[in-house]
């Protein structure tokens, strides 16, 4: 592959993507984070110098995208919010947003015929050298760990800890950060709500929920509150916070 990272503000316009990041590489329910649909085209569009591409220029299509803000930080582990993805995008876009200091990633995504050949490494790269182009020294992500979703019901505190026997992180996407020099500092406990009607669940998840309780669903980090005395499924997935120095 003959790749470029080119950023939105350098190449806009709509570009042609590769068939298995069209078709989505989320679970459904990720789609229906009320504060990312409410925000995130603010993020593309006003935020363009910060979002790039992966561009494959043999297949001439996108096989990668990375987003992220800017964002304030005041350097204290404590102070990066529960709320991790949707409480960064929200103060990105607070009628008083603080001045930015650093920048934090939302997502990277990767079409999946292009895994496990070392891009995800590239793209954290040239997300922080993006930063860094525009005085943003610091990158800071709440992580998406790519394996806890096979370990629902242990607490994310636990799972971070987990190692291999050579030291390395357990989880994969957190040994790739790590071994780019990223720390774990804390655990965001609430970085996305998504709260639905038990239906809208039953349809994203093809599941049933004949009473109230936890549910483990497909691709879910923690299981999924079902009430339906009040007719509402509520998911609140944990990130990590890491920091790259």
Avoid at 75 to 101: C, H, K, Y
Wanted: with cysteine; proline share 8%.
């Amino acid at each position: 592959m003959t790749l470029h990272f080119p950023t939105r503000a350098e190449r806009p316009g709509k570009l042609s993507h590769a068939a298995s990041l069209q078709a989505g590489v989320w679970p459904e329910f990720m789609y229906h984070d009320p504060v990312l649909n409410r925000l995130f085209d603010r993020v593309i569009r006003e935020d363009a110098e910060y979002q790039f591409y992966v561009w494959d220029d043999e297949r001439e299509e996108v096989v990668g995208a990375g987003n992220a803000v800017p964002a304030a930080w005041d350097g204290d582990a404590q102070s990066l919010p529960e709320g991790g993805v949707d409480d960064v995008v929200e103060a990105r876009f607070a009628e008083r947003a603080p001045e930015p200091n650093v920048l934090c990633a939302l997502q990277i995504v990767i079409a999946p015929e292009c895994r496990a050949q070392g891009l995800s490494s590239r793209m954290i790269q040239r997300m922080a050298e993006i930063g860094r182009d525009y005085g943003l020294d610091t990158l800071i992500a709440p992580v998406r760990p790519n394996l806890k979703h096979q370990y629902p019901l242990a607490p994310m505190e636990r799972y971070i800890g987990w190692r291999r026997p050579d030291g390395t992180h357990f989880d994969p996407w957190l040994r790739t950060h790590e071994r780019l020099g990223a720390e774990i500092v804390k655990v965001a406990s609430e970085s996305m709500r998504i709260p639905a009607t038990v239906a809208d669940w039953e349809q994203w998840t093809e599941m049933q929920f004949p009473e109230s309780g936890s549910f483990v669903v497909p691709g879910a980090l923690v299981p999924v509150e079902i009430d339906r005395e009040r007719d509402e499924g509520l998911y609140v997935e944990p990130n990590v916070w890491m920091v790259h120095g």
